[in-house]
Nanobody, 124 residues
Framework: QVHLVESGGGLVQAGGSLRLSCAAS????????MGWFRQAAGKEHEFVAG????????TYADSVKGRFTISRDNAKNTVLLQMNSLKPEDTAVYYC?????????????????WGQGTQVTVSS
């Protein structure tokens, strides 16, 4: 069982930055690929970014490419999402997720554990 806890959400003006953090309660964190998803009000969950267990391979949604950066610190059991140049359309609840195995995925169904989410609101 892996318990994930997100933090770092909040209210920011368009063009600003936020850094989300996800702490994992497992000593085998390095065996999990990690992902970030988001869900805006009234919309489906959307893949944002993913990273392999080694941190070597990353993938991003086209809508955030060049603005968001995913990273991980396996020694601290933490995955981060640095979000720059935020837009109002980035407003959503952001979730981190853990997937057993080396490679990440854009599919929600491939992930085994989920955090409770953190709200990000970008004002125009």
């Amino acid at each position: 069982q892996v318990h994930l806890v997100e933090s770092g959400g909040g209210l920011v003006q368009a063009g600003g930055s936020l850094r989300l953090s996800c702490a994992a309660s497992t000593q085998t964190f390095a065996r999990y690929a990690m992902g970030w998803f988001r869900q805006a009000a009234g919309k489906e969950h959307e893949f944002v970014a993913g990273m392999s267990w080694s941190g070597v391979t990353t993938t991003y949604a086209d809508s955030v490419k060049g603005r968001f950066t995913i990273s991980r610190d396996n020694a601290k059991n933490t995955v981060l999402l640095q979000m720059n140049s935020l837009k109002p359309e980035d407003t959503a609840v952001y979730y981190c997720a853990a997937k057993a195995g080396s490679m990440g995925s854009r599919r929600m169904a491939d992930y085994d554990y989920w955090g409770q989410g953190t709200q990000v609101t970008v004002s125009s």
